[in-house]
């Protein structure tokens, strides 16, 4: 298959990208998990499409035994009905991942299972370590092999060194952690507890919840109730916990710190709007953001729109804080899966086109102001511009819900080389002619507070000032420079 | 595959199903249609989901040869780019389709291509013939073979046995079709023509695009925008029109009659919101039958919602006649694909559940009007309703967009047994009470003439009258009593 | 996938190829049959790789379902345990098919399984049909349509047609065969009745079995001993049989002639040796032909070879008559299977060293009579004899278990165009250089009565003398040249 | 699927299992290598057919990139022309694996691909290592961790952690294999050198080969033929080369020993009779076999054949040395691939007779002496004998070309446990009894040492003598006792 002309993505071409999702349950009444796992990955799937996978271990059989299943693409197209009927216990840990191109290879697919020297461990990571490549280079100095190029595998090493010399899983795991710098929210199985864990500045999201005799682990808190089960908390940025049967969830709080840098994009794009992350629910963090852009930069009009499916929420809050009806312009085609052919530029069908579609009959003959949440490159924003336009639109105004964003991440978002972004270099005003649009603003950097409901957030893609101090060298993609080595001349 | 506990469906599993689109595409500058096929059957997948295909044929090239491929599934899973260097041909026909379980093979996908007298066929047919049982007797009587079950294969024969004696393709078409009752939007691929067809009633949605040098013809016209044609008009109920390099559209209008019966469940649930049908906007069909179910059926709340997606529009309409605010309450997962395991019934994840998640803050302490088209069983629509109690609703207000209904549907739609039909013998209130709402009400049956613009539509399902004597049997599904037959017992 | 260099026939890229094996069983005791067709079918491989069916149904349930798969590839690709939980039925027919490339389709797939006036028939043919163009311009004049390009679908038009004024299914079997030229081997199923029928020259063999209380039609004998059944006896000649359970086995001879015209390239090639064809062991047929070559082409020499798996009986009936010892020469690499990537010709790995090697100890230093059962291109032959020399043969002299052939063979074998074949225009001498070879031998025409046990035979291919007459234009082939058709002017 | 009911392997049912094959290339003039290794490891298809993998490089590049591509089942089902385009690099290694089905899971596939301290290292094994359970347990100790369970991670950890202190990648696969014990043949590529390691007591072949200016390393010289490459000369036990364009082929034999332990049943049954182990040929030794068999158990008789495919070199010597003539008795249907559904217990059609068809005919009347390799379990002998009588023998008598078996192996051949061995507390007289054979001799103990043409060997199998101490506990298999661990209480 030409791999070069389709697109798992084409639906977000012009987005910044999530790159993990992860989920962890632990039955004390030895029920299989697995199929609660499925479900689990299924409701964070927006979190990843590249592949994912399940891992599980029977703490109470005979044996123990982890079974495990990992595959390229969504979680309804890698499992079957016969896949669980392999993946039997009643602990494990599973992933979603989304990577850039070059390395989505099903030896990366998390979650990594690996024997060590208490036995196995299952691990599945959601962000990006920014000293991963020291540390690779460290370890391999000290006789390292590594069989994948993520994270994971660079955390379970310092885990399996550290249990050497330590009374616990937990206490290894604390001690690998420290070791490590970035983002990072852990999942991790062990024989017989269940151990999560984020970093002190709580990049990423994590929470516990419970069902019945159950307790889960998850990215978000939508995977909670997709399940079935109750929200519990979140886990604190820096903190450690275990699930065990014989303690229940244990805290360890030795690493949590006061200063904490949130994702803002979590609460902008990437998390589910049904997901309630540190206290601040999402949808309600979209209404806030767009009655802001209301307030900031009013505008008169027939009707607010967003793009869907993540603009909605903010037009709905743009048009609660400034009265002007909420209505529908587009309409999107949900078939487009995995395998979809992505139009050609040659041909007449657009990409755009293909997915969306406009309302003409309501669009036509009015002023419309159309929220979306970002802009990257730029590439489709003209497009859906045009496309009201010809049905008729008579203004366009684009409102978007963050502040343009100049800097790269390097805590687990994609984001593309300064170069292709829109925003850099150019004033608001040379966007806005570039997209075609009436008029447009962006969010401004003061609202994001608002936004977190007052909590500590990272805002190093806006500002190019990260909590952490960001690593010298582009350390984002696959470390490939890592790949080849020197190997001595023959003598 | 344990296909029993997999649903494509799933998402609609309480919903009618519309049998099938169709599309055809004659590009006279000879440029290859199928990939346009791809991309208008894909606006048509809503349509049918269960098996697809695309015939193509050269009508310039040396050897005039028909390619076809079919598969089950969606179009993104059936086709890859490969499959596009083997459909060569600049005039072709395409199929969705969705049937009852129990057919659904690739024997029976769409188009049948067949040789006859004259050449090669492509055949797509998008309706239900109710006499397809006594033609097929009939035929089998003159020593007739049938591959398939589709009716397609009894217009097929038809045609081919009028065409020894016709002048033309298009007079055996016609011809053909005098024998038929029922409902059909049909399109032909003939060596060297594009036919459409639509029966007298006019049941079914077909239109007639253009881009460039190519006409098409469409179930919807939403497929035209989808590939960037420009809509010129719907064929007419009862008209058949031929499209040919020499002589452009032509049409035959014999069978055209004043009575009409367009289905109008087109306009309430099957057709995409952006399509227009016989004039009349399908998303403002939808805002229609929410103003109406405002002013007939009034309550006081603090929002208005819709059970996505098809409940959206009628939501708004509904918000814009009563001033109460439109919101969200629901957030779907729309990675549900066709191999996505269904929950069991022993499992603590509800269909659901999995696929909606209430939000909660946005409904929390609010009392709602909730729009959903339809109930047919009413098996969700309890859960929905008692979901939106869970996350802290006040108050629960639902509407149906559609009058209840009661009787079998023999024009291509899939209706379950009335036994199984929630409002079968039951009162408003009993339903009420069933789904566990606080108040309930369904669109007047009077209102159905708004909703449709004035035009003449069918609504049999409602009140049990139809525009064509139904048959005396049953005679949906799949003829499998014709299946076995007779055999004279052996001298 | 780039079928062009790939190849499921490399294994035979120098040979003829038979078109077809069938097989059908009855079982009155109301078992499955489904996996004892699969075993048959899979003792049938040979006779067809490209694609595989099998069709059963239940004559005694309450609905007869008739229930059948097909695909592309061998019977071991094919089904999966799985199939046959949906393959339910005490009777059945299947069959395994090769075809040249152009129809290589899954529509055209055996059985045919139709619906007709007396309910189900499944269809599956060996043979071809010389009269099937006629027949189907025929056919169309009076409106049939044609959804494949296969002879069976001819037959079933004739058997549909006949059947309306016939008193039963074999009657109408009958008066359809009446109206076919050509060669077949004919099972057909219907609702209660098993039927076969041979050409009256007896081109292809069909033979009859049993097994406790259920009855079989195969190809060849051997796929009765693989399911464990015993042999009764062949079908002769024109001969139709029913098989059912009020009458057993019903024998209908009034097509049965005289003259037969059995395909002699079933005894030196086609068939399994452990099958017996019309009383005439196939290992035996071979023998002899080696023995006849012992006789006729003697040459001084240390060891005597086939180039297997086909030249390995002539091989040991030569050593036999000659006393040369038998040896063996070549390990051939049993592992290429249906998706093996050929070697290109720019690659060192030629097609024919990646599947045969010499044993060079066992050549060294010695004269070879090296035994294959024809040469039709000559593209490997030159190449075989080549690797003999590399290792060290010191002469090798080559006899071919069959005469020249010249001519092609309309009655169900695949012979390249004339031009293409090497002993066309050409001496044995000159073969024999360009194969470089030391001498070279071909079986005497006159020899061919001795491996046919003295039973009457088809030599058209090395005589171009046909037991009927040819037809005018080459029929062979996908008829494609109907695939078009005029459609008639616009008016 | 249900993989219980299938089997790869069921033509192998009642025989040993060679673990691996192996296959290394270096081309100096920069071709890629992938399509040669491809057929290098279709040629060692028989040495393991449960899964398969390639891992080239690039020495030359800018990137170095390593590509590499595993998958289940065999060759020709892994690899389509497209993985071609993603494998390239001119130095490469490749892997067919059988393994016992527990861990015959995608994670075990190699080559085993990974970066170290000094890039990045491809390994491929053949054989076992006794020692692995302990020096997992001692690199678990320092902190390793183990993605597989297979040896060649515990030998690539070795290779990482002297490769800190090695001047070479050479040096450190040296030290590296002075910690290990047992069996292996290795192949390693390294970013710039081609290494090849064959165990001291060379209990697995390794050979080297050329063609034009690229370098091979093979399991079998049958590999090197089927590429068009020139044998150069074995690996000799002990030996460690590197491959290199700078100095060619460098030879490093400090752990050569005298004492050598060649498995004897690569001559008698693994290795492909056309190729050459040791210097000594493999069809060469099996013929020997058969004229032993025929000095030391000589019986009157009419016709030898043997059972196909292995046994019929030795059948061959038989008949050279007795005089009686060779004959085939068996036909094999070459179909059975991965997929094979094989009969169950209560199927008519055994495995057997599925699989083997006896020619009648040549048997019928005829005392035969029938020669097969081994005997496992005896399940299938009887059934053998069986339907030699069956088809009218009228004497069978049975000779074996090996000693009987009795004593596990340690050494990479999958022998099941004692108790399931049919010569395991039984006479030969009873075994004779058990598989019905007229009379029944082995192959004397004595003779083994003229089968490897007086090469040192190992005979545990058939002694319980082995050339190193085998372990105490059975660490056959996959070691999953390590798989759980303890994992300290919490506290």
Redesign the interface.
């Known amino acids: 298959?030409?791999e070069n002309?389709?697109s798992h993505y084409f639906e977000n071409d012009d987005k910044m990208h999530e790159e993990c999702g992860v989920f962890g349950m632990y039955d004390f009444d030895n029920n299989d998990v697995a199929?609660?796992i499925?479900?689990g990955l299924?409701?964070l799937?927006?979190r990843g499409?590249e592949s994912c996978g399940i891992a599980v271990s029977d703490t109470e059989g005979p044996?123990?035994?982890?079974s495990s299943m990992k595959g390229m693409g969504?979680?309804?197209?890698v499992?079957?009905?016969?896949s669980f009927e392999k993946l039997k216990g009643n602990i494990g840990v599973g992933h979603v991942r989304y990577s850039t191109a070059g390395a989505s290879t099903?030896?990366n697919a998390q979650p990594?299972?690996?024997?060590?020297?208490?036995?196995?461990?299952g691990l599945a990571h959601n962000g990006n370590l920014i000293n991963a490549p020291e540390l690779?280079k460290e370890l391999?100095?000290?006789?390292?092999?590594?069989?994948t190029?993520i994270d994971s595998?660079v955390i379970?090493?310092h885990i399996?060194?550290?249990?050497?010399n330590s009374?616990?899983?937990e206490e290894a795991v604390m001690k690998a952690l420290r070791k490590v710098k970035g983002s990072y929210s852990l999942v991790v199985m062990?024989?017989?507890?269940l151990i999560g864990a984020r970093d002190p500045f709580g990049f990423r999201p994590l929470c516990i919840g419970k069902?019945d005799n159950a307790y889960i682990l998850a990215s978000e808190s939508?995977a909670l109730?997709?399940?079935?089960a109750e929200f519990i908390r979140d886990v604190e940025p820096g903190e450690v916990v275990?699930i065990?049967p014989?303690?229940g969830i244990?805290s360890y709080k030795d690493m949590c710190q006061e200063k904490h840098a949130r994702c803002i994009f979590e609460y902008i794009y990437f998390a589910?709007?049904?997901s309630?992350f540190d206290g601040m629910?999402i949808?309600?963090s979209r209404l806030i953001a767009g009655r802001c852009l209301a307030k900031d930069s009013p505008v008169d009009a027939d009707m607010v729109v967003g793009v869907p499916?993540s603009g909605?929420?903010a037009a709905?809050g743009y048009s609660?804080e400034s009265g002007i009806?909420?209505?529908?312009a587009f309409?999107k085609?949900?078939?487009?899966?995995?395998?979809?052919?992505k139009?050609q530029q040659s041909?007449?069908?657009?990409s755009v086109?293909?997915k969306l579609?406009?309302?003409?009959?309501?669009v036509k003959g009015k002023r419309i102001i159309m929220i979306d949440d970002s802009i990257v490159r730029g590439t489709t924003s003209d497009r859906i511009v045009g496309m009201l336009r010809e049905a008729g639109a008579k203004e366009v105004h684009v409102r978007i819900s963050s502040p343009p964003f100049l800097y790269p991440c390097y805590f687990g978002t994609d984001i593309p080389d300064r170069e292709q972004l829109i925003a850099y270099n150019r004033s608001v005003d040379e966007i806005c002619k570039i997209i075609g649009a009436d008029s447009l603003a962006y969010l401004r950097k003061e609202r994001l507070v608002e936004i977190s409901g007052g909590r500590q957030y990272c805002h190093g893609c806006f500002t190019g000032e990260y909590p952490v101090e960001p690593p010298k060298e582009d350390i984002r993609g696959e470390h490939?420079d890592?790949?080849?080595?020197?190997?001595?001349?023959?003598?």
């Open positions: 298959m030409n002309i389709r199929t609660s499925y479900y299924f409701a799937q927006h499409q044996k123990g035994k982890v969504l979680v309804n197209e499992y079957t009905p016969e099903i030896e990594l299972v690996l024997n060590y020297v208490k036995g196995t461990l690779r391999a100095l000290t006789g390292a092999i590594f069989q190029t595998e379970a090493y399996a060194r550290e249990r050497v009374a616990s899983a062990s024989p017989r507890k069902r939508c109730d997709t399940i079935g275990t065990s014989e303690y244990q589910r709007p049904d309630v629910g949808y309600e499916e909605n929420a709905q609660l009806p909420y209505g529908t309409v085609n949900g078939y487009v899966g995995r395998t979809f052919i139009p041909q007449r069908e657009s086109r293909v579609n406009v309302l003409k009959e309501a490939e890592f790949k080849r080595g020197e190997d001595s001349k023959v003598k």
